[in-house]
């Protein structure tokens, strides 16, 4: 069952506070999306520190599509192996691209043994149109009915039910296309009505709902 928070963009009480200062809380990684580099997270790490989380985040490479998607997945699970102790749960937070390469780390490569949380932002989990304006790899990947979203797709409620799984998007985002393509059949739906694909992980009702999700 998916359990869906509909929020303006406006403030309301139900999105104020973040944290609840009895969760223990895991360090938070970022994965970022095509074209992206850490930097893209600078609000979203600053803003999370402020309240208290450890934050990690990495540059993959390529960033650009040109490799295909199970590589840059690769390139998180040699990351979380390198800086955490195998014992240490961590929260994973996916922003565009970044989401569906996060999904391959936890339904491919044993991430759901070591991720507590995941929060899916903004990305085409059941494809996008905009990925035919490009023939590199890693944009194939992400067309609708492509063979890797087909193969993340036939498991991945299943899969993913082991984690707390949380989708944010926005229904006015122009690069996932259509924007209901960030739907999943499964954990919480946060919708937020944020302008562009790149302002969700920078708008202070979206900060608040993930807050939220990580302190669930």
Request: aromatic share 8%.
């Given at each position: 069952?998916?359990?869906?928070?509909?929020?303006?963009?406006?403030?309301?009480?139900?999105?104020?506070?973040?944290?609840?200062?009895?969760?223990?809380?895991?360090?938070?990684?970022?994965?970022h999306g095509i074209n992206d580099t850490t930097r893209v997270f600078q609000t979203l790490e600053l803003w999370l520190r402020s309240q208290g989380w450890d934050v990690h985040s990495f540059n993959m490479t390529?960033?650009?599509?040109?490799?295909?998607?199970?590589?840059?997945?690769?390139?998180?699970?040699?990351?979380?192996?390198?800086?955490?102790?195998?014992?240490?749960?961590?929260?994973?937070?996916?922003?565009?691209?970044?989401?569906?390469?996060?999904?391959?780390?936890?339904?491919?490569?044993?991430?759901?043994?070591?991720?507590?949380?995941?929060?899916?932002?903004?990305?085409?989990?059941?494809?996008?149109?905009?990925?035919?304006?490009?023939?590199?790899?890693?944009?194939?990947?992400?067309?609708?009915?492509?063979?890797?979203?087909?193969?993340?797709?036939?498991?991945?409620?299943?899969?993913?039910?082991?984690?707390?799984?949380?989708?944010?998007?926005?229904?006015?985002?122009?690069?996932?296309?259509?924007?209901?393509?960030?739907?999943?059949?499964?954990?919480?739906?946060?919708?937020?009505?944020?302008?562009?694909?790149?302002?969700?992980i920078k708008d202070l009702q979206v900060l608040k709902a993930i807050a939220i999700a990580l302190s669930?």
């Amino acid at each position: 069952m998916v359990s869906k928070i509909f929020q303006s963009s406006q403030n309301s009480p139900n999105s104020q506070g973040s944290a609840n200062g009895s969760i223990e809380r895991n360090p938070v990684v970022l994965v970022h999306g095509i074209n992206d580099t850490t930097r893209v997270f600078q609000t979203l790490e600053l803003w999370l520190r402020s309240q208290g989380w450890d934050v990690h985040s990495f540059n993959m490479t390529p960033n650009n599509g040109s490799s295909c998607l199970t590589a840059l997945a690769t390139q998180v699970e040699s990351y979380i192996q390198k800086n955490f102790a195998p014992e240490q749960k961590i929260d994973l937070l996916g922003f565009s691209m970044g989401g569906v390469i996060s999904r391959y780390y936890l339904q491919r490569l044993g991430g759901v043994h070591r991720v507590d949380r995941f929060i899916s932002i903004a990305a085409p989990n059941q494809g996008t149109q905009t990925a035919y304006l490009s023939q590199l790899l890693g944009c194939t990947q992400m067309r609708p009915n492509s063979e890797f979203l087909t193969d993340l797709n036939r498991d991945g409620a299943e899969i993913l039910n082991q984690v707390k799984f949380t989708s944010i998007w926005s229904p006015l985002d122009l690069m996932i296309v259509p924007a209901q393509s960030s739907k999943m059949p499964l954990g919480s739906e946060v919708i937020i009505p944020v302008a562009f694909h790149g302002w969700i992980i920078k708008d202070l009702q979206v900060l608040k709902a993930i807050a939220i999700a990580l302190s669930s």
